[in-house]
């Protein structure tokens, strides 16, 4: 499409009106899941309910504003937020509510079996593009309060049934018809280059993008995610192929390279 100026002015401002409204939607229907009404939260031992109410609200900030918070273990622009939606309540889009209990689990890509904290940092290495938080840091301690916090309801023996992403059929996507899609309904917030507009719009490829590690580098999962939470404007508007296009298309483009030092984590 070429774009003239008043339709190129039109799509840099309609995506931040629209995320400017749906930021007022998360505030609004998340006020009575804010960790600032967290109830006494019962912490480790030898630390007060008031610092344990402290430690979740910089786990949540660090949750929604990862560069900002834990800048020297990021190495793209993407907060966690960008895909676990709604500072990780959204179901569907890999939610952390009720999570902690499901550690330890056993790691097919590790090799071992991990805990919470080496799932956070395997998160680090891959999808922020960065290197594992470590595991005695205060943001460690901090995402740990928070995700603990949103895990306060729920026995190990009961999962959340939202958890993960929904079920797609295996399909093979086509990057041709994937680029039409993207340039209609992805580039106007996520850039006709997959640049976004960070930290409002993450990047869908490039430097600041997810590294070729990460869970999203599978077009299976991406599509899983799209098709559920994508275009943000109108979730839901793409069937089950169009997103496997789509998502297909965008592997097609670079990305950081995964450090293979962190491969055990
Ligand atoms: C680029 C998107 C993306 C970003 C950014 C991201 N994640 Fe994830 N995360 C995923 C996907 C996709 C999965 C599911 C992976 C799979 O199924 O292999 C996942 C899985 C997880 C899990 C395991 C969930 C479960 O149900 O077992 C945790 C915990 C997690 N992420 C935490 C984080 C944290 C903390 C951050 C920020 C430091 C983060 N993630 C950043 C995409 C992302
Ligand atoms: C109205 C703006 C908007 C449109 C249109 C849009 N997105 Fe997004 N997208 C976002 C925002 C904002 C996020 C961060 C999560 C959130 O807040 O919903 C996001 C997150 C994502 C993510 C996960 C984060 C990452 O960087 O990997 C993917 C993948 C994605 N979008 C793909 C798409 C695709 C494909 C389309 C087109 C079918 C699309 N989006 C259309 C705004 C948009």
Not at 164 to 178: A, E, N, Q, V
């Amino acid at each position: 499409m070429q774009l003239t100026p008043s339709n190129r002015m039109r799509s840099a401002i309609l995506p931040l009106i629209v995320v400017g409204l749906s930021l007022f939607a998360v505030g609004y229907s998340n006020s009575s899941n804010s960790p600032n009404q967290a109830p006494a939260a019962k912490g480790p031992a030898g630390i007060s309910p008031d610092q344990q109410k402290k430690l979740i609200h910089q786990g949540k900030l660090l949750f929604d504003q990862t560069p900002k918070y834990a800048r020297d273990y990021v190495g793209n622009a993407l907060s966690c937020n960008d895909c676990h939606i709604e500072s990780g309540t959204a179901a569907h889009v890999v939610p952390m509510t009720d999570l902690a209990g499901q550690f330890p689990m056993f790691s097919k890509r590790a090799g071992h079996v991990i805990t919470l904290q080496n799932r956070i940092q395997e998160c680090f290495a891959r999808s922020e593009a960065g290197k594992p938080l470590p595991l005695d840091s205060p943001q460690m301690k901090a995402m740990v309060a928070y995700i603990d916090w949103l895990s306060r309801n729920q026995p190990r023996t009961n999962p959340y049934p939202g958890r993960g992403l929904i079920k797609l059929p295996p399909l093979m996507g086509d990057p041709t018809r994937g680029k039409t899609i993207y340039v209609a309904q992805c580039a106007e917030c996520h850039g006709i280059s997959g640049e976004g507009v960070p930290p409002i719009l993450p990047a869908l490829w490039g430097k600041n993008s997810y590294n070729d590690g990460a869970g999203m580098n599978n077009p299976a999962k991406m599509a899983a995610f799209i098709s559920y939470a994508m275009p943000q404007s109108h979730p839901g508007a793409l069937t089950p192929q169009q997103a496997y296009d789509v998502a297909t298309y965008i592997h097609t483009k670079p990305r950081p390279k995964f450090n293979e030092a962190y491969k055990s984590y």
